[in-house]
């Protein structure tokens, strides 16, 4: 990673960070609070809210569910309208772009879900590089992915598999997966993350859901 990308990327986890913290704070909710809501270490809060980890998609949606905020609204900062609609359409040009730095697994994320408000799948067009990330992912849930274009190599498990366009894959996403970009070019595929959630006191919610709930804009 160059020093302008490494200064993107600090200023990119330094902003998710913040708004991690300041809405915690707003909740009243210390890191152990946060952790046993997410499932997750508080270390590896801590780390985030520090910069001293990169979260992934994955587990800001759960974040976020915790919080009661889009997913988006960690990425970028964005407040999406409230509201439910029974049908959402995202054209080519209203995807909303985030911009990974170079070094991620992904180097961009276009979301062509983030209208529906009430949604239970979080999707995206995803391109990511040559690189393998520094380590695997795993967490609850499940996701689908159908390769777009370019070779891809996806391993899960400890097993490599080679795929390429128009190539569909469906996985439990508890077991150690991650992947790479084969070849000179990039790869970008359609990925849909459906994650089971954590029940939170005083709260009802379903037990699947994914992605960011109503977006509640006094809470921001």
């Known amino acids: 990673m160059n020093d302008a990308a490494a200064i993107r990327a600090k200023e990119l986890y330094t902003r998710i960070g913040e708004r991690i913290r300041v809405l ?17 270490a508080k270390s590896y809060l801590s780390q985030i809210e520090n910069l001293k980890r990169e979260p992934s ?6 974040i976020a569910h915790v919080l009661e905020v889009d997913i988006l609204f960690l990425l970028t900062g964005e407040v999406q309208d409230s509201g439910s609609q029974s049908l959402t359409i995202v054209k080519k ?4 772009t985030v911009n ?6 992904a180097y961009t994320y276009d979301s062509v879900t983030y209208k529906k408000q009430d949604r239970l799948m979080e999707g995206f067009i995803v391109t990511i590089g040559s690189e393998f990330p520094q380590e695997p992912f795993v967490h609850d849930g499940q996701e689908l992915t159908y390769v777009l274009e370019g070779t891809h190599e996806f391993v899960y498990d400890g097993k490599s598999y080679l795929l390429e366009e128009g190539d569909c894959y469906y996985f439990d996403s508890n077991r ?8 000179e070019n990039r790869v970008s595929f359609w990925w849909c993350l459906v994650q089971k959630r ?5 709260m009802s919610r379903k037990q699947i859901q994914i992605g960011g ?3 509640r804009k006094t809470s921001l």
Request: aromatic share 6%.
């Open 93 to 96: 040009g209203e995807r909303k």
């Open 57 to 62: 998609i994955s587990a800001l949606s759960q």
């Open 213 to 215: 709930k109503e977006m």
């Open 100 to 105: 990974r730095p170079p070094g991620s697994l």
């Open 176 to 183: 150690p997966h991650y992947g790479r970009a084969v070849g």
């Open 24 to 40: 915690r704070q707003e909740k009243d909710f210390s890191l152990s609070d946060l952790a046993r809501r997410t499932g997750f």
């Open 198 to 202: 954590i029940r939170t006191s005083g």
